[in-house]
């Protein structure tokens, strides 16, 4: 702006221009105001004077910058003298234009202001020496404009102020109260018969570059018809801005209006400043819109959830600026999907996501209900604006548009709903893509929309396209997260060998939706089962990414049937090679149904409790903590714990036990107690524990909560041999399993489990190197067979030849059994197969 201004001002400098007052002896040019351009910042220092201040109040640049502004501008009533500078005449504002430019100054108006003051400039110029500009003293007639600024920076105060002999009217009576000063924009000189239109127009590009001469006619236009300024974003909607110019605000309005009436009801003269004089009507409507678009923008967007900001927005409209308000959207943005891509077409599905309005309730509810969704070709008024992303104004829908409308809906006839009704169709839309419309309807009876209501509905369309498409990222980035995290938490069965099992996740509220916390269970030789709970520290993806890994580590070492502590030693070494930053505590316990106990390791994890069958009572386990993974060079102990049939380990992770200004002693303490509240279900004891514990709410930390029951197997469900390494203990294995399977009732088993025994038992018999072959048939809800050898080369599944005397024995187990598989044990190895129980 101030190259513009400074760029005038010499160019239209006439002959007779006293150069250090500023003051004019011609006219400036059409369109040329030579403006003095100042900048405040938040403590009322000046930080930017431009060539064109220095010329209106005489004072240097390197004079001002870093002076209270107070101390350089005409501000009302007398100013003191500054050490270092021109002493100063009191300047009077004398025609109560717009608040003082003292109050501005101070920061006590949020709102643009605007004034007139008269000031007697020094007698040493711009320059500070009287031969560089002129000497004397002269009386300059001062216009003023202040606009608070609002952005990261310091500034906080823009003012601009002009001479006002270069404003005065060509009719040669220029008066004081001939300025035409209701009709100036802040650095042009217009009046309601400017000649000038067409060359400031032509102009105006030069000091706005980035603005084409068709967008400057236009504003030009404006100004001039409706006497108020213009702020153009070229890459954004228009806004416009209108500040408080000698125009009352209404409650000052109000105000005066109240106190005219009691001095004439009291039979007192009324004031002639008390007299309502009248306004400009189409200001006070640019007013009014403005207000309702602030009062709009503090009612949508005060949530991030999607459905709240919808209705939000939709509820805002209604009734102050329609009657009915429709609003679609965009399949992509309603599912929570991605950025919706292309420009809308006659294919593009809208899903209605709100109806609001004032006819009597359910009137709308059947005709165009929630939640449908549905095409618009190209001949409405709809299709338009989705496809220009511009405003669509209709002013009364007429019979055979009403008709048109009413096509798209089948058997339902909407026809007496918009017909002979103003509408209004306004974009939403973000990043220049149309997210969805809003669909405006006024009742006949009100006014109908007209081209001021299209400039506003425009605007708030802008900004509710903005709030939706904040709230559709939102959600987009919470589904992502929900599902990554889904993802990298394990499936669990409900039942393993020997023990029922229930868990629950929770994300975190207060830090995002994706956290480092995980719970696992793999199978293990022996009927045996590992439980897993572990804790990244920290949140976010980088923690999530972390614990995968992890999770996934534990699951590979955990199928090498490595002891707790082993395993927990090679997890560390893992986190340390896969870099610094890989810290997390871990739990894992091993737990054996046939032998009745747990077997634990800890890294720096919270204990588990266990909660005994016999009498309720609840304990945490004493185990050695140990450091967490990442660490290194610290030793893992583990440690041996007997169970009974109907005991529970509770597993967790620390957010569900931790809380701020709290000892997590007491969090572990409530985590006992409501552990052993007897519940119907599993499900139900997680629900409790989680009730209890999650009293505060908010929960900074995700939670891993594992629950297993631990129900043991009967020493009648388990049978083992042990065999020679003769190739004749084939047919006594075949025996013994068809005898064992009779007694348990289990005879439509006895053929596939004979073959199956017999092929692996053979195979161990071949590769067993000097100690004897075991073999262990397990009952419970499913028939376990292992078969144990000393060698610890796994098999492979190979595809046999008809003419092949070998490699047959896995795939005739790989056809019939349920499950099937290897693993490598610390003497050898264990191939073993699941064949599911017949329905009793």
């Known amino acids: 702006m101030e190259s513009g201004s400074d760029r005038g001002t010499e160019r239209g400098m006439p002959p007779g221009r006293d150069a250090g007052t500023g003051a004019l002896a011609g006219h400036v040019p059409a369109g040329r105001v030579p403006l003095a351009v100042v900048v405040v910042d938040r403590y009322g220092l000046v930080s930017h004077w431009s060539t064109g201040a220095r010329r209106l109040f005489g004072v240097p640049k390197d004079d001002a910058i870093g002076r209270p502004a107070l101390d350089l501008l005409p501000v009302s009533g007398a100013l003191p003298e500054a050490d270092d500078g021109p002493p ?184 002639q400043e008390l007299v309502d004089e009248g306004e400009d009507l189409e200001y006070a409507a640019v007013r009014e819109h403005l207000e309702f678009l602030n009062e709009v923008s503090g009612r949508i967007g005060t949530s991030l959830d999607l459905s709240r900001t919808i209705i939000e927005v939709s509820r805002a409209v209604v009734p102050r600026f329609t009657d009915v308000a429709g609003t679609y959207l965009r399949e992509q943005v309603v599912a929570g999907e991605g950025f919706p891509e292309g420009v809308p077409d006659t294919t593009t599905m809208w899903h209605r996501v709100a109806v609001e309005h004032t006819d009597e309730p359910g009137r709308w509810d059947d005709v165009v209900p929630v939640g449908e969704a549905m095409p618009f070709p190209a001949h409405t008024p709809f299709f338009q604006c989705m496809t220009t992303g511009e405003p669509v104004l209709v002013p009364r829908i007429s019979e055979e548009m009403g008709h048109a409308i009413a096509s798209q809906f089948e058997k339902r006839d909407i026809r007496p709903l ?68 889904d993802s990298m938490l394990p499936h669990i069965p409900p039942r393993m060998a020997g023990c029922d099992i229930a868990t629950r996740y929770l994300p975190g509220t207060l830090l995002g939706r994706v956290g480092g916390d995980w719970f696992d269970s793999v199978k293990l030789p022996g009927a045996r089962t590992a439980l897993v709970v572990g804790d990244v520290m920290g949140h976010g993806l980088n923690s999530a990414a972390m614990m995968g890994q992890l999770r996934t580590a534990v699951q590979t070492m955990a199928a090498l049937d490595l002891p707790p502590a082993q395993l927990l030693r090679n997890l560390d070494d893992l986190a340390q ?134 129900n043991g197997i009967d020493e009648d469900d388990v049978a083992e041999w042990r065999f020679a390494l003769d190739p004749a203990e084939v047919a006594r294995a075949r025996a013994v399993v068809r005898e064992r399977l009779h007694e348990w009732g289990l005879v439509k088993l006895v053929d596939n489990a004979e073959l199956m025994v017999s092929e692996l038992v053979t195979n161990a018999l071949r590769h067993s190197h000097s100690s004897p072959v075991e073999l262990r048939l397990v009952r419970g809800d499913t028939l376990l067979c292992e078969v144990d050898d000393d060698d610890h080369e796994l098999p492979n599944l190979l595809s046999a030849e008809p003419t092949d005397t070998l490699g047959r024995g896995l795939r005739v187990v790989s056809t019939l059994a349920r499950e099937w598989g290897t693993s490598r044990t610390k003497a050898g190895k264990t191939v073993w197969f699941e064949l599911g129980l017949p329905r009793r």
């Open 577 to 710: 090679r896969l870099g610094d930053t890989y810290l997390a505590t871990c739990l894992y316990v091993v737990y054996d149904p046939i032998a009745g106990e747990l077997h634990i390791a800890n890294a720096g994890h919270i204990p588990p409790v266990l909660v005994r069958a016999w009498d309720g009572r609840s304990e945490l386990l004493d185990l050695p903590t140990g450091a967490p993974i990442g660490v290194g060079g610290v030793p893992f102990e583990a440690v041996r714990v007997r169970v009974a049939p109907g005991d529970r380990l509770v597993m967790c992770t620390d957010g569900l036990v931790e809380v701020r200004g709290e000892d997590i002693g007491v969090g572990l303490a409530t985590l006992s107690e409501s552990a052993a509240h007897p519940a119907a279900s599993m499900d139900d004891a997680c629900d409790a524990i989680i009730r209890a514990l999650n009293t505060h709410g908010g929960r900074k930390d995700d939670v891993a909560l594992l629950m297993a029951r631990l």
């Open 418 to 485: 918009i017909n002979n009704r103003s509408m209004l169709v306004v974009p939403l839309k973000a990043r220049n893509v149309v997210l969805g419309f809003m669909i405006l309807l006024r009742h006949p009876e009100r006014a109908e929309f007209n081209d001021m209501d299209r400039v506003t509905g425009a605007e708030l369309a802008a900004r509710a396209g903005l709030v939706l498409d904040n709230a559709r990222m939102y959600t987009h980035q919470e589904s992502v997260a929900e599902t990554l995290q």
């Open 88 to 271: 100063y005449d009191a300047f009077t504002a004398y025609d109560g234009l717009g608040p003082d430019l003292e109050s501005s100054l101070d920061g006590g108006l949020s709102y643009s202001a605007a004034g007139r003051a008269r000031l007697t400039v020094p007698e040493h110029g711009g320059s500070g020496t009287p031969e560089a500009e002129g000497c004397g003293r002269d009386r300059v007639d001062v216009l003023w404009w202040a606009y608070p600024l609002v952005g990261p920076g310091h500034e906080r105060l823009l003012v601009l102020a002009a001479d006002t002999a270069g404003l005065r009217q060509d009719d040669g009576n220029d008066g004081p109260g001939d300025l035409a000063f209701e009709r100036i924009a802040p650095g042009f000189a217009l009046h309601t018969d400017f000649p000038g239109a067409e060359e400031l127009a032509r102009r105006l590009p030069e000091i706005l570059p980035s603005m084409s001469v068709d967008e400057s006619a236009r504003i030009v236009s404006q100004v001039l018809e409706l006497g108020y300024p213009v702020l153009e974003f070229s890459q954004n909607d228009r806004v416009p801005v209108t500040p408080d110019w000698g125009v009352p605000r209404r409650a000052e309005r109000r105000a005066r209006r109240e106190r005219a009436a009691q001095a004439a009801a009291e039979g007192l003269p009324v004031p």
